[in-house]
């Protein structure tokens, strides 16, 4: 394997995880609700598959319990947002705090435990095509799966009636009502698939990328990816592209280090959050202010108002 | 995790009523000590090291003491919990981190009958004792493993952030490599963080990807040996023995023991000999401790046990003169025959031979 090939296997697995939990959370917000518990989300998703998948010696069940973490978390918060009409903000941040808390007292027993890895899917011959071949077809399931999941979003909101609903209800609640669209019920499905999905991301992060479980072990990425829907202007090609230039800087200024480039690490360290900043500062140029913003989004529905 | 509220309370009173007799240094039948740890217990490392120390004093004075902690108390944040232990009746506390070195100041000078403890800080009062650890004595032993044991004659070094105390380790580690091996290469990558598990792997993999085949690292996760153990190749623990998570790739690991210290102290108020210090302990104080040479050939696993017998008997100091800067220049000895101290506490230059620049 060159160093290339190397580089570019590590940053695929630097952003799966913000593919996967940005994309979660994209439908959340088309749907019109923001939820800023992606990193409690994500924390208890790494914490409860990796103690699934210890306690039970099965990556699969890990995996599955890491998206179901998720999702409770995420109805906790549909029960205070979409229930009490509770201000989402507030109750997003909570949910961050909560679950950063919860999953510590959950993996506590298990740190110190460790996994062996995944084994990658391998292709016979396409595997062997130099350069691309290990990059394209021997990746982990993960990797198919955050592709695959933003090919799926994607058709979904832009092809389906009910992904139209979807963001009709995320742009304008009160006229979706109006026309008798299920404004609660569709917020509802749409924060449980983005709290599973962040379960998932954690899951990768706990079984795959780190393999093991601490607490904390999460150190921002919810916050990242939550950046990341923004940065794509809520569009799922875009948080692709995002994850992707975001997951390549962060492991690129790790080589240029190593390399003795001779450019203070502080700043190489600053190069990811610099580039998201003039990506989004470019995109609004080019589309005025605030494009893609759901119109709905982070105002609290209450049906009779 | 404040247990007991009624028994903080009377104790507290206790201490209220020693003040008014002035009698302060007493020897006690009881006491409480309380801890503030920077990070989760659960880290593998830093503070899961500090609260082996805790379950030690626990375990050494059965009925006598009883301990609380904090784990994960913001730096900035600090000065809250500090006092929330000196106000329920603890006598002795321990900060353990050194951005907690101004709260703790704070808080002593407000209780001046409570005894205070601060790690790797330099600020200190009647109540108020300072101590840290010569990590820099192990990374010379692991510099010398590392020497020795690379095929491709460059070593690699995952560091946190570019302060001296991380500084003083790589030139350790680099000496010592080079001590056995003058034509070793350092690569040096720093993660800007502590603690990131995920960033830290990906600092590893960089530099196994540029032909480095033996890591050691000052961040505190296990997860760069954990790299090194999934390409095959060997690096050192950090903290904390990590062979659990990697028993084919340690070397060997740098622990940092803080029980005989605690226990120690805890003696001293039991016993009400304790006195303001500072402690800055290393091989020979059993501070810093070498888990055993695993992985390596005799010859190799001899030449570090020799290393450690030297350090441990004051025979072999790391930073012995003549240390020459990257310059060329012969760095001015202020020790006796080593740099000083308060040159090592201070270090912000690289030893000739690497070739990277410290970020500034």
Redesign the interface.
Known sequence: MTTFEAILLTIVTASTPLLIAAMGELVTERSGVLNLGVEGMMAMGAACSFAAAVTFDSTLLGVAAGIVAGALMAALFALLVLGFAANQTGSGLALTILGLGLSGLIGAPFVGARRDPIAPVDIPGLSDIPVVGRLLFEQDLFVYASIALTVLVALYLGRTRSGLMLRSIGENHTSANALGLPVLSTRFRAILFGGACAGLAGAYLALVYTRFWSPGMTAGRGWIALALVVFAAWRPGWVLVGAYIFGAATVLQLHAQAAQFGVPSQLLSAVPYLATILALLLLSLRHGRAIGTPGSLGVPFVPDR | MFSGKVFGALAGAAVLAAAATGAVAQPKDKIKIGFIYV??V???GWSYQHDQGRQAIEKAFPGKVTTTFVE?VPEADSERAIEQLARTGHDLIFTTSFGFMEPTLKVARKYPNIKFEHATGFKRAPNLSTYAAKFHEGRYITGIIAGKMTKTNTI?YVGAF?IPEVIAGINAYYLGAQSVNPNVKI???????W?????E???A???L??G?DVLAQHTD???PI?AAE?RGKVGFGQASDME??APKAQLTAIVDNWSDYYVSRAKAVLDGTWKSEDTWGGLASNMVVMTPYKNMPDDVKKMAQETEAAIRSGKLNPFKCPVVGQDGKEIECKGQGALSDEQVLGMNFYVKGI???I??
């Open positions: 990070g989760p659960g880290d593998h994960s690699g570019p690569k040096i990558v720093f993660a800007n963080t603690y990131d598990p995920a960033k792997g990906d600092a993999k960089a530099l990807d540029q480095v996760s296990p997860a954990q999934a659990r998570f070739e990277d620049k970020p500034q």
